[in-house]
């Protein structure tokens, strides 16, 4: 480009910014082209949160005529409360399918580190504050091991951690004999994490700097872009979503009020899947990641270290497991040989996936976690007011999987056909 | 287009072993600013070698390259891309999970107090498709809604985010159809009155007559043969290739009775 027609290409370019080719639907103006948009997108495969969504309220719905218990505050809020640990994981879980790998140690992770927090702080009387920060670097130290036998050496991620899975689960029944369980103190930092709840005023607080944070944000994004004339964000379009993020934000406050509180669990829980979303969406980082998960060779050549990434994806996986399993550890008030075991490391798998993040790489966010988490809870949660037998609910967790990832599939092909993929 | 009289990149005595195989035996190329130098070439013949020794993918064993004038070692793709030369394979390598903004500025992308400044990106990404005339509906599209030369369009914008003061294009026009083709010709053309040295590499001698300056011919790895595409035939550029008078293209035209020996043999070795 020569530097003498730079000011008359700005001009070509904004020109060419408002000549949009006519093939091409404008962006909508009313809440009607709003919701037909809406519905092109779905049609083409980009799904986004609907299902999910669709799928909560059928949930809702049907749990709710079977048992009138199941949309009370108090069921609400200890569904809330059953999901973080398992959503910790499962925002790991989602990190590590971005890359097109998976992680089967996150179960054994969560429960080994967790029974190295109860070793550290009750036998040998470590402060917890730093018993808790040393399961989280033994998490992360863990995750790392498995990324560097996967990327260095080339092991498939999933018999690496298919690895892990047994041996950390072999560590975790070592460290807890001979007792096999131990206990945290009712009043201990440990035990606190999941039986603290927010006041009610800080609760209605926090929400409201949410919602504040994101209409500033977008208003900033906003005028920055018509500042360069570049299509901004269509005004209805902003306004739906405002509306809904202060209806879930304050709906979902508002409900934990009405009970006890904002439980300081779920706060964590909330913070770290918006915390991951914000590094996947707008930081280079995050970007590598979905490079990686996109197309390997164009990430390597474009200068991302794809070992680098993989290493550290693996190893914020098994940190978000440690989380977990703390949050496990201090609703629980306990470590056992089972903790961490049983079907945990699949209901992550499976939030992750039935939230929408795609098993193939390279498609997915966090919100995911959140979202299957509270599918799966609110199945669990609904199921057990009903009293139903375990073996009726191990099938139809399965079946809603097995929807989920049909869902995944099918939605692949909607792309293909229109030429998304 | 006006030549300056120096070359931007000059190749000399190149040299490449694979092994047992001798890829370029003695190789030489020179790219002037603003003008298009096909390398064409039977398969084996070092074409793709050769680019990577630019590219700094495999680096020469033997030879010398200059800059500008200047003797300059290229030993790894950061070399090649500092000095100002940019590679676009034939594979392309773009993510198609990613939008078109996000492929162009991929391992390059802009940030503002650590996060990224999508605003910055989607108007210089707006700005150079416009100045290159690139047609896609929207550059917040996934790259995997594009067709197959408008990813072959991206890829090449992508690679002048760098400014470069030569592009590389391996088989730019390989598996595209005939209007999607004539997009990345025209695209190689504008490329060309931006002052840049392209080289590409070509299979299609039909693409390497519509667009090139001149043709630098590789058999055996060896130079076999350099012409001005304004005057050169394409039964001397096929010779070149074959490396003899006697090839299944001249002998088609000598059962047609056409075919004059005696003046092509001379042109064989080139010019």
């Known amino acids: ?421 | 287009m006006e030549l300056t009289s120096e070359p931007v990149l000059s190749l000399a005595g190149i040299g490449k072993r694979f092994g047992a195989v001798e890829a370029l035996a003695d190789a030489s190329l020179e790219v002037y600013a603003g003008e298009v130098v096909a390398i064409v070439g039977d398969n084996g013949a070092g074409k793709s070698t050769l680019i990577k020794v630019i590219a700094g993918v495999n680096p020469a064993d033997r030879g010398e390259i200059f800059w500008q004038g200047r003797p300059v070692s290229i030993t790894r793709p950061h070399d090649a891309t500092a000095l100002g030369i940019a590679t676009v394979y034939q594979d392309l390598a773009l993510c198609d999970n990613i939008d078109v903004v996000g492929n162009l500025f991929l391992g390059h992308e802009m940030t503002r107090a650590g996060v990224l400044d999508e605003i910055a990106m989607e108007r210089r990404a707006t700005e150079l498709l416009a100045t290159l005339s690139v047609k896609i509906p929207s550059v917040r599209v996934p790259v995997a809604a594009l067709s197959g030369g408008q990813r072959q369009s991206v890829a090449i914008a992508r690679s002048l985010l760098g400014e470069p003061k030569v592009v590389l294009l391996d088989e730019p026009t390989a598996a595209l159809g005939v209007a999607q083709t004539a997009q990345v010709l025209d695209l190689i053309e504008r490329l060309r009155d931006r002052g840049l040295g392209v080289v590409l590499i070509s299979h299609n001698l039909a693409d390497v007559k519509a667009v090139a300056d001149r043709v630098v011919v590789l058999r055996l790895g060896r130079n076999a043969g350099d012409f001005d595409m304004a005057t050169a035939t394409q039964e001397q550029i096929v010779q070149a290739i074959t490396g003899a008078s006697d090839n299944a293209v001249s002998r088609r035209q000598a059962r047609a009775g056409r075919a004059d020996m005696a003046t092509t043999a001379g042109t064989e070795a080139g010019q």
Request: aromatic share 6%.
């Open chain 1, 1 to 421: 480009m020569s530097t003498s027609t730079t000011s008359d290409t700005a001009a070509e370019v904004r020109a060419a910014a408002i000549q949009r080719d006519p093939r091409l639907a404008g962006p909508p103006r009313t809440p009607g082209e709003l919701a037909q948009a809406i519905w092109r997108r779905i049609r083409a495969g980009e799904l986004g949160s609907w299902p999910v969504i669709i799928g909560l309220v059928v949930i809702a719905v049907v749990f709710q005529s079977l048992n009138d218990r199941f949309l009370s505050t108090e069921n609400l809020y200890n569904l809330s409360l059953q999901i973080v640990a398992s959503g910790a994981i499962a925002t790991g879980i989602v990190l590590v399918l971005l890359l097109g790998e998976i992680d089967l140690s996150s179960g054994s992770v969560s429960g080994m580190t967790s029974a190295m927090l109860a070793v550290m702080t009750v036998r040998h009387d470590v402060p917890p504050a730093l018993g808790l920060v040393a399961a989280i670097v033994l998490g992360a130290a863990v995750g790392a091991l498995h990324g560097l036998i996967f990327a260095r050496i080339g092991v498939p991620s999933f018999v690496v951690t298919l690895g892990g899975l047994l041996g950390w689960q072999g560590l975790q029944l070592w460290l807890l004999k001979p007792q096999g369980t131990i206990n945290f103190p009712y009043d201990g930092l440990v035990a606190k994490i999941a039986h603290t709840n927010l006041d009610r005023v800080a609760g209605w607080l926090v929400a409201a700097v949410v919602v504040v944070a994101y209409v500033l944000a977008e208003l900033l994004e906003r005028r920055r872009r018509q500042a360069v004339a570049l299509p901004a964000r269509p005004v209805v379009s902003l306004a739906a979503r405002v509306v809904v993020l202060t209806a879930c934000v304050f709906g979902a406050v508002g409900i934990l009020n009405a009970y006890a509180g904002v439980p300081i669990a779920v706060v964590i829980f909330v913070a770290l899947v918006v915390g991951f979303d914000l590094i996947l969406r707008k930081t280079r980082y995050g970007r590598s990641i979905f490079a990686v998960g996109g197309n390997i060779e164009a990430a390597r050549r474009a200068g991302i270290s794809v070992t680098g990434v993989r290493v550290s994806v693996f190893a914020l996986s098994s940190t978000l497991a440690a989380v977990g399993g703390i949050l496990f550890a201090s609703r629980a008030y306990s470590v056992g040989q089972s903790s961490g075991g049983s079907d945990i490391l699949l209901l992550a798998i499976a939030a992750a996936v039935i939230g929408g993040t795609s098993l193939f790489g390279g498609r997915g966010s966090t919100y995911s976690a959140l979202l299957g988490s509270l599918v799966l809870g609110a199945i669990q949660s609904g199921m057990l007011l009903l009293s139903l037998d375990s073996s009726v609910r191990f099938m139809i967790t399965a079946a809603v999987l097995v929807a989920a990832v049909v869902l995944d599939s099918l939605s692949r092909r909607g792309r293909r056909s229109s030429g998304r993929e």
